[in-house]
């Protein structure tokens, strides 16, 4: 039977709704709901769909311990793939197929996601490159609660893979990019073999933009960006000569896809608080107060936001000199270069987003400013007392140790007082 077509982004998501609740075990044998939703995106796939779908009916009929459902997803094929479709459906139970009129994997996957009542799902590619037995270890911490996203890679060092030179080095290449230009510690972007439980897919569908090759990265960087945890399989893959991705137009939207990811987050224009999650399963574990959530990260954003700060002050600083005397170049210099810090630190530091309270918070970086003023200042004029007319440089050097000092106090004052709901929020361990 051919499932509806559902529309595209139709999860409905809890005007209510705060943050992802804690991730629990998932019941065993709820009759009637399939424990596991498996989709298979094709788009002409007449030749492959059939012998894919036996074979991974007949796997998780043999090893599978829930409920499952197999759904091919067709996007607007034009050979006989939905005819192959309705007949898998109509053969098989378990097997259902859905029809899209566009293209798109990633339609596909947010269609066929959004309508499903399977507290797990995921998908794979028709060529079943991947081999499935590690498709129980890719849902298991999903079942389990342990995790909130799984997929395969096949650039951990246990996976074994066998495709072309060419393949390789674009999937390493892409990787890099995605490391180096996005942050994400994920080792596998493109791999078609990835698992989401569904109240994490409801907060986070809605998010993401792309419809094509990109959905799955775009899904796993919005993921990772908000502390959700991600769970890494080694696969075993073996390369389809027959592939009919096109690698250039593919790697070009790709980069379009990095490009308008990587502003997103720079902005904040993300809702990603949505996906927070408690800091356990255990009920002591909800209302934590007093514990430092990611202080490591908070000072290693607050050391860059620092270095960088430091250096925009020691150019203004040197601007004004020229100018006026060395107080008032030091207080326009601090001034200037304290708004700004204090506005990167909220964001990049603390992961304040929006325009909630930051005049409060510029208000409040401002007497933080004013305790730094007196430190350097008092420094510059112990200087001035102790040489009476010292030379650049060694004003300079002065600046630096007492800068280092008012840095220390800046961090302990925006931690504590600046943002105190930020630093002790508790956050998802990975």
Known sequence: MTAPLARVGGMQMSPTAETLPAREHLPVGVAGRPVLDVVIPVFNEEKDLE?????LHEHLSRTFPYDFRVTVADNASTDSTPDVARALAARLPGVRAVRLEQKGRGRALRT?????????????????STDLNALLPLVAPLISGHSDLAIGSRLARSSRVVRGPKREFISRAYNLILRGSLAARFSDAQCGFKAIRR?????????????????????????ERAGLRIHEVPVDWVDDPDSTVHLVRTATDDLRGVWRVGRALATGSLPLDRLARPFGDDP????????????????????????????????LYSLFRLGVGPQLANA???????????????????????????????????????????????SLAALGAATGDPAHSTELAVLIVANLAATVVRFLLFRLWVFPERATAPRTSR
């Open 332 to 378: 326009g210099a601090l001034l200037v270069s304290a708004v700004a810090n204090t506005a990167a630190n909220r964001r990049l530091t603390f992961g304040v987003r929006g325009r909630e309270r930051a005049a409060r918070h510029q208000a409040q970086g401002l007497v933080v400013f004013g305790i730094g003023l007196a430190l350097t200042s008092g």
């Open 51 to 55: 012998p894919c779908v036996l074979r």
């Open 199 to 223: 109240e994490v897919a409801e907060r986070l569908l809605p998010m993401v933009e792309d419809t094509g090759w990109f959905f799955d990265t775009e899904l796993l960087v919005l993921a």
């Open 284 to 315: 002591r574990d909800r209302d934590l107060s007093g514990v430092p959530g990611g202080l490591a990260r908070q000072l290693v954003g607050f050391c860059v936001v620092g270095a960088l700060s430091t250096l925009c002050y020691l150019a």
């Open 112 to 128: 066929v996601w959004s309508a499903s009542e399977a507290p797990v799902l995921a998908y794979m590619d028709v060529d079943l």
